[in-house]
């Protein structure tokens, strides 16, 4: 009866590796919730610039960071575009450890390099079609710049967390499946100073926080070149 020796083979096999499945498909540890809210500016309408989606948000765990929060797999391939003079997303997030692609997309060479004391880099300068990228394993805000053209500018906001959300058009933001657990929520935007407040999050999460970032104190400096030195001014015949 080879079939029958055969077919219940395949029924123990298909046991062991359903079993096999079961052991090692992660089990969530604590309950998960949203936590979501919005984000509004504090600043007098006049000077109004309506650039919230630029905005940040992230959970920082309160304590050691659980499984949840530790880098699994392959981390997700950024990419910051270098194209019409502008780095394209003008904001990008990445968890800490992780790297960003900075392709050049123009007819022209750029460069990209940033002096944070967060770790400085400098990918050179480099024409149309190659792409460069750099590591950021350092939690924090890293400002970045082509040391060609001043108007070029982009930040990478490094977390230590899977629970981080880019704002939107309405300052609305989303962090869903948020395990329960005490956190730090940190909100940052261009123009203000980081906002950092506790948050206990409960296992069906938390709704309809609001947080309000003063941007009245912003200074509306330019930045230096690689060298620590004022831009030329730009010239006409030069990209
Ligand atoms: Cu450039």
Same mark, same amino acid.
């Given at each position: ?120 880099? =400098? ?46 058009? =309405? ?28 948050? =206990? ?39």
């Amino acid at each position: 009866m080879p079939t029958v020796i055969f077919s219940s083979l395949g029924a123990a096999r298909s046991r062991f590796w359903l079993l096999a499945l079961i052991a090692i498909t992660p089990l969530p540890l604590r309950a998960q919730g949203t936590v979501s809210g919005q984000v509004t500016f504090f600043e007098p309408a006049s000077s109004a610039r309506h650039d919230v989606a630029n905005a940040v948000v992230y959970l920082e765990p309160a304590s050691r960071p659980s499984r949840y929060d530790r880098p699994s797999g392959q981390p997700a391939a950024m990419s910051i575009i270098m194209r019409d003079h502008e780095f394209i997303p003008h904001v990008q997030i990445v968890r800490a450890g992780g790297s960003v692609d900075f392709p050049n997309q123009d007819p022209f060479s750029h460069n990209v390099f940033s002096n944070t004391s967060l770790g400085a880099f =400098d990918l050179g300068l480099y024409r149309r079609g190659a792409t460069r990228a750099s590591t950021f394993s350092r939690v924090g805000v890293y400002a970045i710049y082509c040391n060609i053209h001043s108007s070029m500018v982009s930040f990478v906001v490094a977390v230590p967390t899977k629970a981080f959300a880019h704002v939107g058009a =309405d300052g609305r933001f989303s962090m869903p499946d948020v395990p329960a657990g005490k956190y730090v929520l940190h909100v940052w935007h261009e123009r203000t100073p980081e906002v950092m407040e506790s948050l =206990d999050v409960p296992p069906t999460g938390v709704r309809a926080l609001s947080v309000s970032l003063d941007t009245r104190g912003f200074p509306a400096t330019a930045h230096l070149n690689k060298f620590g030195q004022p831009y030329p001014p730009v010239r006409a015949d030069r990209y």
